[in-house]
């Protein structure tokens, strides 16, 4: 039975993932596919842009990885290790990424740094009369800036448990051997720290090589290609399925790599193993002078990195329209029309009902057969269990845009075109290795003779599952089901190929209004998810007692 | 009807012969299963309990054959009605102690009043009264572990099987527990097969003692058996305070038998004579070595096998005492309970006589 379960999960996985492969050898337009060759490629090779392309993928993810690994590891360290005051401002960081959905962030960004009818500019002109145009949201500086700033959080969690955990006579024996505390963070500290940094620095540039809301928002009317948003124009707009799998390829072939990277950095920072059960009290260290330094840093990323962009994006949604002088006028000119205007769109309305329907479900669903793939796999004498853990953990390599370019091309010419289904099996695929990786983690640290224990007691499998792995994963079971129906509800580059008139997503309702001009309604749609959002937070915070911060 | 017959069972782990053709029988009371780690103990516990699959051979337990590779018979584990207890006790965290305990009864379909009654009734047998409604993480060691064979004895099982029970217990706590664990054993009346790396817990517990090493049983038989009559050099060094040297048999004299020690100077030792020794035969001599006697204020009269040697140092251990003595090419460290004068002379350490009784060497050939 549990065999069964995860040989479904299996096909579902691996059919769009090798659909993308076949597909890319054959040539035609969507629906059709024409012999075996190796025309997309020749396609995919010949264009002139290939290098510009894949230069501006790897400079793009690559600088948004460093800014935001280097800045996230320095608030990380400030908060554990520095008396910097204020320091409790940055320690609220650990929720920001879940408050503010990557399409949102786009959108505040953009309506700061946008050349012409931007803030900043026009603040710039207004209040000191410079004309050039400072700000260019539609620039590489403006992408690595607004994705670096969505890779803070991911390297400062990466770090803080490595500054706090540190075995302190790690330390103690330096400054014993006569080693004066600064000199010992740089000689002592800051090394045993790199392999944590060294994860968090590859898996970042791998969610950048991945990342669709900033290189199709900000990247395309700046006309700088990376391969997502080549791959996402072959698709919906040139309707060319073989030359989008082409291109998924290619970036395939880039995440792979990258994900060797980061499985070697993560083995690497194994031997290393600072980090022991044991809780230490590191000891904070004054320094000096210093703090007012690491004071400014800590300020000015709360005010511009968190703040602003939820300032920007209620002020905008609460105006008529958005225009410098318009939002320059709030709040004498406060209105609610943009919010009566998104609740009266049908593909807003029903894109929410979906987004929330069907996050819910998948959630539920991705963390079950998750469970039941790991118990396959480590608890049970199944055979095949090595194929479900390399198929589990698969869709990692694929970007979450290939995927559903691959599902796309399985279902057109099938009932589940253009039908809910469609949606649902994406957000499966995609967020399946999530569950599956997390149920897999906390199974094999259940201890194996607790399971013993009750098959010599008279369990079956089925009495071992539900009386004994089932209650043991209980807390780590609540924090996946929080984590991906976080994740789902504010997907857009799964949904943006699968959604239909009639069967809409919301996230991806808000990213059409953004690209036609829309907005002030783009920014009231996303309050309504903040709303959602927060009130999700505080359900799993109280209801749950899920911690949001280390 | 022995309660546990084994047959044949072998099973490698990637070129390690973990059981290597084990066969025993066992027909009540308390075994031990005696060796160091890595010696395929657990493997063999297991292998009875189901939890592992041998690569050969037949277990059966109390005359019905639960795994037989051979014939493709496996009954799986919660069929097989035995008791187990964990090396790490295996309580689930998450159910109190009562519902730890109830688990099985449960499964078996039992009526709620007899689950009720039989639960009090076995957490009273092992002293846990008033605790069931606790969480494992709330008792202390000492209490998981009786929690752990309570689940086992609640089931009323033929044959309960332990895992180290007593290894994650502090030392004074493990001595206190091994008497009481027999007490209740015995009291229950099943039959207990105990693996176990610990010889005073082995001597302490069981009725008979099997000592494995690398996949093989080396000997099986009564603790006193085991002690004093080791037929295998392994078996003597793993038991108790012993030490070995080469020898060669000399001659049998009725029930002595003179054996040549090269390491000795050249010394002839007299031993107990057995039948398995002939003259010629090269074997290796077991001394126990808290039984040797030190004479540092010159020859002593009358005793067994005096020879010379000197002692080079001495560590002392409050009730007992370590002292090298170095004789011949052999360096023997003999424990008594007093500490023995040690006077220098010329730097080399103290001359002094040591004298084996002849009860106290075994003689075990090795061709």
């Known amino acids: ?550 | 009807m022995p309660i546990l017959k084994v047959e044949g069972v072998s099973k490698i782990f990637k070129d390690v012969k973990a059981l290597d053709d084990i066969s025993f029988e066992f027909d009540h009371g308390i075994i031990s299963f005696l060796g160091p780690s890595g010696c395929g103990k657990t493997t063999l516990l297991r292998s009875i309990a189901g939890l592992e699959v041998p690569d050969a051979g037949t277990i059966s337990i109390a005359d019905k054959v639960q795994t037989c590779i051979e014939r493709g018979v496996l009954v799986p584990p919660y069929s097989r009605e035995i008791g187990f207890v964990f090396q790490s006790y295996a309580l689930w965290p998450h159910m109190t102690v009562f519902s730890n305990v109830a688990f099985g009864l449960k499964l078996r379909k039992k009526s709620d009043d007899e689950i009720k009654r039989k639960v009090m009734a076995t957490l009273d047998l092992v002293g846990l009264q008033g605790r069931e409604q606790r969480y494992p993480s709330q008792l202390s060691g000492g209490q998981q572990q009786r929690v752990a064979l309570a689940r086992s004895l609640a089931l009323e099982p033929r044959l309960i099987l332990l895992d180290e029970p007593l290894s994650n217990l502090d030392a004074k706590l493990r001595e206190e527990m091994r008497v009481e664990l027999k007490k209740l054993i015995k009291k229950v009346g099943i039959s207990a097969l105990y693996v176990t790396h610990d010889q005073d817990e082995a001597f302490t517990i069981s009725d008979a003692v099997v000592v494995m090493d690398s996949g093989k049983i080396l000997q099986y038989g009564t603790p006193d058996e085991i002690y004093n009559r080791p037929l295998h050099p392994f078996v003597a060094a793993f038991v108790g305070h012993a030490a070995l040297v080469d020898g060669r048999v000399v001659r049998i004299d009725g029930d002595n038998c003179l054996v040549n020690v090269p390491e000795f100077n050249g010394a002839d030792l007299i031993s107990p004579a057995t039948e398995a020794l002939a003259a010629g035969d090269f074997c290796k001599v077991v001394i126990r070595t808290t039984e040797v006697k030190l004479s540092p204020d010159g020859f002593p009269k009358g005793a067994d096998n005096v020879l010379e040697g000197l002692m080079t140092s001495r560590e002392y251990r409050g009730g007992l005492t370590d002292h090298r003595v170095q004789i011949g090419s052999k360096e023997l460290i003999v424990t008594s309970h007093k500490l023995c004068p040690m006077i220098r002379v010329n730097g080399d350490g103290a001359k002094t006589f040591v004298s084996i009784d002849r009860s106290a060497i075994s003689v075990i050939v090795t061709h």
């Open chain 1, 1 to 550: 039975m549990p065999l069964v379960a995860s040989a479904v999960a299996g096909a579902a996985i691996m059919t769009p993932v090798l659909v993308v492969m076949w597909r890319s050898f054959t040539s035609g337009k969507l629906g059709f596919s024409v012999g075996l060759n190796l025309a997309n490629y020749l396609r995919v090779f010949g264009d002139k842009d290939i290098f510009s392309m894949l230069s501006n993928s790897v400079i793009y993810a690559a600088g948004s990885a460093l800014l935001g690994t280097v800045l996230g590891a320095f608030l990380a360290w400030i908060v554990a290790r520095t008396n910097t005051p204020g320091k409790a401002l940055v320690e609220l960081l650990p929720l920001y990424p879940i408050l503010m959905p990557p399409i949102m962030k786009n959108i505040a960004w953009i309506l700061l740094l946008a050349p012409r009818s931007g803030i900043l500019n026009g603040m710039l002109q207004h209040f000191f009369g410079i004309e050039t145009l400072v700000f260019n949201a539609f620039t590489m500086a403006g992408m690595v800036w607004v994705f670096g700033l969505a890779c803070v959080p991911l390297g400062y969690l990466f770090l803080l448990p490595v500054f706090l955990s540190f075995d302190p006579s790690l330390e103690e024996s330096a400054y014993i051997a006569g080693s004066k505390p600064v000199n010992t963070m740089f000689k002592i500290t800051f090394p045993l720290a790199i392999p944590a940094f060294t994860s968090a620095l590859v898996l970042n540039f791998l969610r950048g090589l991945r990342s669709f809301e900033t290189p199709v928002l900000q990247g395309t009317p700046g006309n700088i290609k990376v391969f997502v948003s080549r791959v996402y124009d072959s698709m919906a707009l040139e309707f060319n399925a073989g030359l989008a799998t082409a291109y998924s390829v290619v970036l395939v072939v880039l995440s792979i790599i990258t994900l060797y990277f980061y499985i070697r950095a993560t083995r690497f920072s194994e031997r290393y193993a600072t980090i022991t059960g044991k809780g230490y009290r590191v000891k904070v260290i004054d320094i000096g002078a210093w703090k007012y330094l690491t004071f400014a840093t800590v300020v000015l990323y709360f005010l511009a990195g968190i703040v602003l962009p939820f300032i920007v994006l209620i002020v905008v949604s609460m105006i008529p329209y958005f225009d410098y002088d318009t939002f320059m006028q709030f709040p004498s000119n406060a209105v609610l029309t943009n919010y009566y205007t998104v609740m009266r769109h049908p593909s807003f309305v029903t894109g929410l009902y979906n987004s929330l329907f069907l996050s819910v479900t998948i959630a539920i669903v991705t963390v079950f057969l998750g469970i039941v793939m790991a118990f396959t796999i480590y608890r049970t004498r199944a055979a095949g269990t090595k194929v479900f853990e390399f198929i589990g953990t698969l869709p990692l390599a694929f970007p979450p845009l290939v995927l559903s370019v691959g599902l796309l091309i399985i279902f057109i010419g099938t009932p589940l075109y253009n039908s809910l289904w469609a949606l649902g099996i994406g957000l499966f695929v995609a967020y399946f290795p999530y569950a599956f990786r997390n149920a897999s983690g906390a199974i094999v640290n259940i201890h194996k003779e607790l399971d013993e224990a009750a098959w010599v007691h008279g369990a079956r499998w089925r009495h071992v599952f539900f009386k004994i792995t089932l209650p043991i994963l209980k807390p780590s079971v609540g924090g996946a089901l929080f984590y991906i129906f976080i994740e789902a509800i504010r997907n857009v580059d799964v949904a943006v190929l699968l959604t239909a008139p009639g069967k809409e997503y919301g996230p991806v309702t808000l990213f059409e209004y953004f690209r036609v001009g829309q907005w002030a309604e783009a920014a009231a749609g996303g309050v309504i998810y903040l709303i959602i959002l927060i009130v999700a937070v505080s359900v799993a915070k109280f209801a749950f007692k899920m911690k949001f911060s280390l």
